[in-house]
């Protein structure tokens, strides 16, 4: 298994270097990014000669031009790029003034804790719905709760975010919850507990927005898992065995439809910390999506680069977690 | 000689059906499928057959009627410039609908070639292939998008300006996001086809034919390709909504089509502008919300029908 392991890490390599690579291409491909113009400046009383100063420090960051202020050609730059952040080092962002890694710190947290509890409320309601539609194969539950569930996968996120900021978060309408923000203005004085209280109250309509839209998908995989090992052999035997029918479910079918869940779960992680662009900006929520957002509308190329970088060794990584996790549960999967 | 006399069947044995009328006889018995056919035909109909009205008067303003909720004279009322919504809402729908079924289209003719020469080939052009396929999927797809985008769309509207057609930068915006979409929705598509055709290949008839002399293409096209209908059916119906859906993204963002060109998705991004607390405009969001969900909706029944009635391990 180790040896698997490093010769998947090994094989990362090149696809990392092909998406650095695409990364690159197509970032400098954009317009909007010249050597000259001061578009890097970010105080607005500043002197002629410090700003002059600071652009260069700006393009000397992002390896534009070399220490004596000649521009370095493309191949060049890209070589650059990939070596310092090899070397660990992650841009700077111009708009920003801080470091990426800064950036990502900050709006992490915030993106993880919507889309983790939206994630568990989308398996609490999945996994009994996956099952009982699938015991209960062409009746009106199953074919209600499939309806229902299409339905909810079709409402745009864009029409429900706003009716609801809208309808529930208007002094004209019902003014129960927070329109925008994470926190209220009064966070300095409160215990622990009410702060989280707070956090969690400021969170509850983008996390319906997060998760209306999740069950179709989930609940059908998990119900076609099920109906097909409902049919196994293995099955047959536990039931002739005797072994109680909620046993036979739990123990033998349920838990082998489990397996299929990994990779389902695995695909879905990169996208945990992403963050949704449209929620985050409904509900002005300064997460990781509005960081990338943000940050290609005002060409903060730095940001740019180095958060779809993290984003893809993050995904490449998901996946490798992916098949072990897939041994770890199921023995019989040995790769070699 | 025996003779014993072996009951008559009064009935023929039943035709044996071919695979594609058990498939068609699957999807027809699912009543739901039906209604999302019928639902997406009426969408078709209305918004394409109203093509030579809605062309003439979409954009066509009276600031005398702005902002007048629904009546007989508009349908749907109308926007902040006094444009009928309805012819709006109808063309916006035509937009979206073609973004939706190109994208799918440009999706279907990268994932079918890649996947069929991947899996055909094999060896290094295989690995190569699948390695770019690797880096597409790890980049965020959203992030790809919004670059081709802004990358492509002064180019385009330049050029399309230069043709002297009317509303150059909506027009780029649509061609921008045909390609954009489809571009980074093939990679499932291929990564199924590739495993499917690699399966496919060591089948005995492929086998057979190759034997009986079949040229590579012939052996694609005619044994090969014919099993893959169903999946290809299958993705190609899940892909539509998805790029209607991405497209009402972009356009909420301020990065799809460029109005006045309606599609849903700027009008919904509009009419979310005119929420505010002092006067709710609902007709303004409700309409193209109202047209995406329903549209979604059929589509959405419709790939879950072909799913069932095609996907081979539900047999």
Known sequence: MTTYIIRRLLLMIPTLLGMTFMLFAVVRFAPGLTTSGGQFSSGIMQSRQAQKQEQLIMERRLHLVDKNGRPINLAMQYILWLKSTCEGHLGTSIVYQEPVLTLIEQRLPVTLTINAIAMAVIYLVSLPGGLITALNQGRLIDRGYGFFSLALYSLPVIWLGSTLLGFFANPQYFNWFPSAGLHSTNTGNMTFFRYIADYLYHIVLPIVCSVYGGFAFLSKQIRGSILENLQQDYVRTARAKGLPESTVLVRHVFRNSLLNLITLTGMSLPGLLGGSVIIEQIFSINGMGRLAYTSTLSRDLPVIQDLALVGSVLTLLSYLAVDICYHLADPRVIYD | ?315
């Open chain 2, 1 to 315: 000689m025996s003779s014993i006399e072996l009951p008559m069947r009064h009935h023929r044995p039943a035709a044996p059906r071919s695979p594609l009328r058990l498939a068609l006889d699957r999807f027809l018995a699912n009543r739901l499928a039906v209604v999302g056919l019928i639902g997406l035909c009426f969408f078709v109909l209305a918004c394409y057959g109203s093509l030579p009205w809605t062309l003439h008067t979409f954009n066509h303003q009276d600031l005398r009627q702005a902002l007048e909720p629904p009546s007989w004279q508009h349908w749907m009322g109308t926007d902040t410039l006094g444009r009928d919504l309805l012819s709006r809402f109808l063309l916006g729908g035509a937009i979206s609908l073609l973004i939706g079924i190109f994208s799918a289209l440009v999706a279907v003719g990268i994932g079918l070639t890649v996947g069929l020469v991947s899996g055909y080939v094999g060896g290094r052009l295989d690995a190569l292939l699948m390695r770019g396929v690797d880096v597409l999927y790890g980049l965020p797809y959203i992030l790809l998008v919004i670059l081709l985008r802004v990358a492509l769309v002064g180019r385009i509207s330049d050029f399309f300006t230069g043709m002297g057609l009317p509303h150059a930068q909506g027009l780029a915006g649509i061609v921008v996001l045909l390609v954009g979409i489809g571009g980074v929705s093939w990679l499932t598509m291929a990564r199924v086809i590739r495993s499917q055709t690699m399966s496919l290949v060591n089948q005995p008839y492929v086998e057979a034919a190759r034997a009986t002399g079949a040229k590579p293409s012939r052996i694609l096209l005619r044994h090969i390709l014919p099993n893959l209908v169903g999946s290809v059916a299958v993705y190609a119906a899940l892909t539509v909504p998805n790029a209607i859906l991405a497209e009402s993204f972009l356009s909420f963002l301020g990065l799809g089509v460029q109005p006045p060109v309606p599609t849903w998705g700027n009008l919904a991004a509009s009419g979310v502008e005119a929420i505010n607390p002092i006067h709710t405009q609902w007709w303004l969001i409700t309409w193209p919300c109202v047209g995406l969900t329903l549209a979604l909706l059929c589509l959405n029944f419709l790939g879950d029908a072909l799913r069932d009635a095609l996907d081979v391990r539900t047999r």
